[in-house]
């Protein structure tokens, strides 16, 4: 760990030992920032692989139940789906459901309602992923098993660090022909929320800053880097810190 992420992370564990020591929210404050949280999340998410859906229009999707003229029908249905993995997520959360591939597939299987014949499953063919090439499908069921297994092996890392990690594996390995980006955040949330931290909204403002924290891991521009992405993570859990310490 450098100096640079030694001290941020300090920073935040101060900043989470000092929310731990504050009252609870009140049920109306502690639901209002769900609910809000929620569709920032899907928001953001969603944007960083296209969707068109304004912030405003994915909420409107969500609790009118209404379509938005001039929007796609698979933009909906990706808000919809998103929605549906990420209570999923937070119900693995907060019941403390260790995420093996069997619950990981069903997050994909949530996300992914438009594509009901391919979610949650593997995919079976290789392809081409921002210029490198992703684990050979053969491999992904080992490569899978080995990832889920190095979660609940690898106790000396920071929880912020561990969350960090599986995301670049996980999205390194590729599992799926489609939502691997989706899946890999929510997952993400769902271990920093076991580990007692806020989940993290990844803002598509930052869209550029996450895709080159993904490429320093590919090795595209020299060795494997962890660090971009863990720096990253850190500043995200910070943000939403500060965000609840201000409530």
Sequence with gaps: MSEEL????????????????????SPEAEDSYQERFLYESIYNSLAIEGNELSRSE?????????VVQGRSL?????????????????????NNVRVTEYELRKLHYQLLI???????????YNLMVRGHRPTSYEKIA???????????????????????????????????????????RIVANV?????????????????QRYYEALEAYDGLLGNPQVEPMQLFFAELVERQLDELLAL
Excluded: W
């Design 191 to 207: 271990m920093l929320e076991e580990a007692g931290y806020p989940a993290v909204i990844f803002p598509v403002a930052e869209k």
């Design 74 to 94: 698979s933009d909906h249905l990706s808000v919809v789906g998103c929605r549906d993995a990420t209570l999923l997520a937070r119900r693995y959360a907060n």
């Design 6 to 25: 030694d001290v941020l992370i300090r920073r935040v564990d101060k900043k989470k030992a000092e929310l731990g020591a504050r009252p609870p929210l």
């Design 114 to 124: 438009d594509q009901q014949s391919s979610s949650g499953e593997y995919r079976t």
């Design 142 to 184: 080992y490569k899978m098993l080995q990832l889920v297994d190095r979660k609940s092996a690898k106790e000396d890392e920071h929880p912020i660090e561990a969350a960090a990690f599986f995301h670049l594996r996980l999205e390194k390995i590729h599992p799926f022909g489609d939502g691997n980006g989706r899946v890999g």
């Design 58 to 66: 994915v909420e409107h999707v969500l609790t009118k139940n209404q």
